[in-house]
Nanobody, 128 residues
């Protein structure tokens, strides 16, 4: 079992930055994948970024490539999502998730159905 708790959401103006945290507890294995997803009102859940727990592999959605950075601190059992140059379309609830048996392809990592554990989410609001 893995428990996930997100934090760091808030309100920011377009062009600003936020850093989200995903604190994990329970049994974490180095080969697990941790993904960030977001869901805006009335829209489907959207993949944002993923990282291998040991930190040697990352993958981003095209829409955030170059502006968002996913990283981890194994000592703190925490994965971060640094979001820079935020746009209004980034407004959403952001959730982190763990895939216990990941397939390291973009298609599989970006599929919410591949993930086994989910946090409750944190709200990000970007205003113009």
């Amino acid at each position: 079992q893995v428990q996930l708790v997100e934090s760091g959401g808030g309100s920011v103006q377009a062009g600003g930055s936020l850093r989200l945290s995903c604190a994990a507890s329970g049994r974490i294995i180095n080969n697990y994948a941790v993904g960030w997803f977001r869901q805006a009102p009335g829209k489907e859940r959207e993949f944002v970024a993923a990282i291998r727990w040991r930190g040697d592999f990352t993958y981003y959605a095209d829409s955030v490539q170059g502006r968002f950075t996913i990283s981890r601190d194994n000592a703190k059992n925490t994965v971060y999502l640094q979001m820079n140059r935020l746009r209004t379309e980034a407004t959403a609830v952001y959730c982190c998730a763990v895939d216990e048996n990941p397939t390291w392809s973009g298609t599989r990592l970006s599929s919410a159905g591949e993930y086994d554990y989910w946090g409750q989410g944190t709200q990000v609001t970007v205003s113009s």
